[in-house]
């Protein structure tokens, strides 16, 4: 067990773990910010999607150790309303089905749309490829992240 | 579905009690031993709230809630049933809260999400429900202004009394509408008069869902709870021998390690009590990763299962369940189901004289058609919360089928009935899987043990690997064509592990006035279940490409052969029970051949494949249109036409084909769980291949038959033809037709 600093949306957060956990139970048993989900734990289905430092990375691959005085940033800190572009645009198309996979979906087109601000759809198909939606929303989930885009640039 | 009259005729069960919030409370006497007390996401306080019916409660502020009784696993019925009920109530949908209830029959009667069936059998019960607590605010109106009741008009959320100018809120009226007793017997809407139905609505839980509010099972936390995970034998047909804790119990975090039998000795299983691996091992400790990480160091040893013959009661009655022993691989899986159809099989349904018609036939047309055992693969991995005490045995709970599992507890926790109380947590998918809730007695059972609330996870590997699999399936198709190039006879002979998939009195019996229909099944010890249109979700494509391969054989167009067909069994059906509406069918048919603009040249190289069935009360038919590129499909686009009677939120029901779609094309391309020796190959998303963004088609268009019937489901019809109208569009797209799920194998040989 060892103590880290995290820096979770915004507010510091001290905790003492075992220096090989994954941020993702960090964040989901010890600080109960349960939006990052748990899906794989390979970094095969991008449920756990969170931004370090304004990068979208796979939360259950990055061990504490790692992520300590980073800028960590969850779906719970993505805004402070839930009215971050892309989320209001996943609103607008009434994305989700059964939900589970979206959080991660949002924080991986919000981290698209910071680096490539007018995304082709074959963008969006490139870098949202490591995100699994089972219920198979893919269609407006490039719809919304579009819709997101043109919003932004207004 | 059962008797609905019951809820309206025990008014002597009505009670009313006094609450400190000033409003009036009207319930059923026996809600008050069945209502859990903790809310994953609470909203006004109970105190506020003035109900009316078991459904709907309103605020003095004119606030509706109405309580959605059926879980919700995506399909979302969060939005439609409620839907249902502020129609009949002539609420402000605007003004309407949701709530998720708990588990209570006797209050909201039918809470099963599976079949494609909660709009389709809740839709009277919820009709009335709206209709009977508007009929209770019109009554108190009516009493407050001394007027007739047939003078009152009420519309979203207000009642008016034209003639003499005056009008109420539904929440000035609620306390005084509390008051009256539920009518025996109310007025339905017609529903050219519906205002909210059949009007596209955002799902209600849409903003909790982009904030990443804790909806779901394994969201859930109480504190004091310890996290507790199970480890199974890696191979089916094995079984615990030994366990040695000595190493687990010394890592961090770790409270407990035992081991647990499911159900108990001589349990007789219900439908759903399917038993995969009965005998546990239980690891539990303080968190996720600490008991991930002492899992691996248990010592276990497994010993092959003898054997064994259990007696399981199913809605067919009792039967004897053979699980043979022995590990299984999927090779030898097809070896044995190629020998089957060798061999004689029990006849499902014969029409005329199949024999004589293949024996005079010019040419006959066989193929034959295999789909591999598939995992539902729900992103939420399986999970479930438990706290069982002296006191109430309560469970947050993925279920879509709380009442299946009720007796099961009871039974295998050595607990009353009535000290059952469960929350439906919102599910991170369902598509049949949590039809199978041994979870939930594995969770009961940790609990009872270490005296405290547990929430069991199983990882990834444990979800794909636990068994409950669509089963694997082969079907053969024969047609004997005479020398006129007229189909005479029909044979379709198939079966599966250990499961068949032969629906005997569907499309294209009927059709044909020579028919033969056989089907056979393999015992095995890989456990099966439900699967998003159980059955339908293989025979459809082959079904599908058969006719579509049969079409071409005697130079027919695909849709124009489909529905001469259908024509012939709307005019002079063959035989009886034919479970279909040959006019259904053809509606959807010609709808999808004209929004595809079927017929018409193309450009682009764009090659297309057309599939249409029926299951689940609704009729589906869709054209895929795709390209090759590098030799893989590329889906450009996807006609869907569905007919599933009067459609109650067209944005769900859109989003809802729109999934089918996706889902379908994903199995039919990549779906498949091999196993060697017992064990899935595949235990996790970087080795098992799921459809993701980049193979999703570019688009869909969504189109319903529009049309006054009742409606019937939506969630599984469209998901069985999409297997055909991608086969047969590879078919043309690639001149070589694809009988083996999943089709990627195909593809990958020829590239």
């Not at chain 2, 190629?338 to 293949?358: H, I, S, T, Y």
């Not at chain 2, 029909?490 to 499309?507: E, Q, T, V, Y």
């Not at chain 2, 005697?554 to 059906?573: C, H, V």
């Not at chain 2, 998901?719 to 999943?742: C, E, H, S, V």
Request: aromatic share 8%; glycine share 8%; with cysteine.
């Amino acid at each position: 067990m060892a103590k880290f600093n995290l820096k979770v949306n915004g507010k510091n957060k001290e905790v003492d773990v075992d220096p090989a956990t994954p941020v993702l139970w960090v964040l989901r048993d010890h600080l109960h910010l349960t939006g990052t989900k748990y899906g794989c734990g390979v970094a095969s289905c991008g449920a756990c999607t969170i931004h370090l430092n304004g990068k979208a990375v796979r939360s259950c691959q990055l061990p504490v150790s790692a992520a300590a005085n980073l800028e960590i940033t969850t779906i719970e800190g993505l805004s402070e309303k839930g009215d971050h572009p892309v989320q209001k645009a996943w609103l607008d198309l009434d994305v989700a089905q059964c939900g589970y996979c979206q959080t991660g979906q949002i924080m991986s087109a919000s981290a698209l749309l910071k680096s490539n601000p007018h995304p082709s759809d074959a963008d969006i198909d490139n870098f949202m490829s490591g995100n699994i939606c089972r219920c198979g929303t893919y269609l407006r989930i490039r719809e919304a992240i579009q819709t997101a885009a043109r919003n932004t640039a207004k | 579905m059962g008797n609905d009259k019951n809820m309206y005729s025990r008014r002597s069960f009505l009670k009313v009690s006094s609450l400190t919030g000033g409003g009036m409370m009207i319930g059923f006497s026996w809600m008050a031993s069945l209502k859990p007390t903790e809310v994953l996401a609470g909203t006004t306080a109970a105190a506020e709230w003035i109900e009316l019916t078991g459904f709907v409660k309103i605020t003095p502020d004119n606030l509706i809630k109405i309580m959605s009784p059926n879980p919700e696993f995506g399909q979302n019925v969060i939005t439609s049933m409620p839907m249902i009920i502020a129609e009949e109530l002539d609420a402000d949908w605007k003004k309407v809260v949701v709530e998720q209830a708990d588990f209570n029959i006797p209050k909201y009667k039918n809470q099963f999400s599976g079949g494609s069936q909660s709009i389709r059998q809740g839709w009277q019960l919820l009709r009335k429900a709206g209709a009977s607590a508007k009929a209770m605010l019109l009554q108190a109106a009516a009493d407050e202004w001394k007027v007739p009741v047939a003078e009152l008009t009420a519309s979203q959320g207000v009642v008016y009394h034209k003639a003499s100018n005056r009008s109420l809120t539904y929440g000035a009226l609620a306390t005084a509408a509390s008051k009256l007793p539920i009518p025996e017997k109310v007025e339905l809407k017609k529903t050219i008069d519906f205002s909210l139905l059949g009007t596209a609505q955002k799902n209600v839980e849409g903003e909790k869902i982009v904030t990443g509010k804790p909806l779901f099972t394994l969201d859930y936390h109480q504190e004091g709870m310890l996290i507790a995970m199970t480890i199974r034998p890696t191979a089916f047909g094995m079984q615990l021998k030994s366990y040695d804790a000595t190493e687990a119990l010394k890592m961090p975090g770790i409270k407990h390690v035992f081991d647990i039998k499911v159900y108990k000795e001589g349990y007789e299983r219900a439908g759903f009590d399917t038993r995969t691996f009965n005998h546990l091992v239980v690891v539990v400790g303080n968190t996720t990763w600490e008991v991930m990480n002492a899992r691996k160091k248990m010592a276990i040893q497994w010993e092959p299962m003898p054997e064994k013959k259990e007696m399981v009661a199913g809605w067919g009655g009792k039967k004897e369940e053979l699980i043979p022993a022995g590990l299984e691989s999927s090779a030898d899986h097809m070896k044995n189901m190629r020998a089957m159809q060798k061999k004689p099989a029990p006849v499902l349904r014969k029409d005329g004289n199949p024999e004589a018609a293949f024996a005079k036939a010019k040419k006959v047309l066989e193929r034959t058609y295999s789909a591999p055992f598939l995992p539902h693969n729900t992103m939420e991995p399986i999970s479930c919360f438990a706290h069982v005490t002296d006191e109430r045995a309560f469970f947050v709970a993925p279920t879509q089928v709380p009442d299946f599992i009720r007796p099961t507890l009871v039974a295998n926790l050595g607990i009353p009935a009535s000290k059952l109380e469960i929350q439906l947590a919102r599910m991170g998918g369902g598509f049949g899987r949590r039809a199978y809730c041994h979870y939930m007695v594995e969770a009961g059972l940790i609990s009872q043990k270490i005296k405290a609330p547990v929430k069991l996870v199983y990882t990834r590997e444990d979800d794909m690997t636990n068994g409950v699999y669509r089963p694997s399936y082969m079907v053969t198709y024969k047609a004997a064509i005479d020398e006129k190039n007229n189909v005479t006879a029909i044979h379709i002979k198939g079966g599966g592990i250990p499961d068949n998939a032969i629906h005997a009195n569907r499309f294209p019996a009927g059709a044909f006035d020579n028919y033969l229909a056989e089907g056979w099944t393999i015992p095995s010890n890989i456990t099966i279940g439900a699967f998003r249109a159980p059955g339908s979700n293989f025979i459809a494509g082959a079904e599908q490409s058969f006719l579509d391969e049969l079409a071409e054989t005697i130079g027919k167009d695909p849709i124009d052969y489909r529905i001469e067909l259908l024509q012939k069994a709307k005019t002079s059906p063959v035989g009886k029970n034919n479970d279909y509406d040959a006019d259904r069918y053809i509606g959807v048919l010609e709808l999808v051949k004209e929004k595809s603009g079927w017929g018409k040249p193309n450009t682009k190289n764009v090659r297309r494949g057309v599939a249409a069935y029926f299951c689940h009360n609704s009729y589906a038919a869709h054209v895929v249109d795709l390209t090759m590129k590098n030799g893989q499909p590329v889906v450009e686009k996807v006609v869907s036409a569905m007919d599933c009677g009067l459609v109650v939120n067209p944005e769900g029901a859109t989003n809802m084909v729109e999934g089918a779609v996706v889902d379908g094309i994903g199995n039919a391309l990549f779906g498949g769980l091999v196993f060697e020796k017992g064990e899935p190959k595949q235990k996790n998303f970087n080795q098992y291949r799921m459809i993701r963004h980049r193979e999703a088609p570019k688009k869909i268009e969504v189109h319903f038959v529009k049309n006054n019937i009742d409606p019937t489901g939506l969630g599984e019809p469209p998901f069985p033809p999409i297997f055909g109208a991608m086969a047969n569009a590879l078919y043309k797209a690639t001149g070589k037709r694809f009988y083996d799920q999943p089709f990627q194998n195909a593809l990958d040989k020829k590239g």
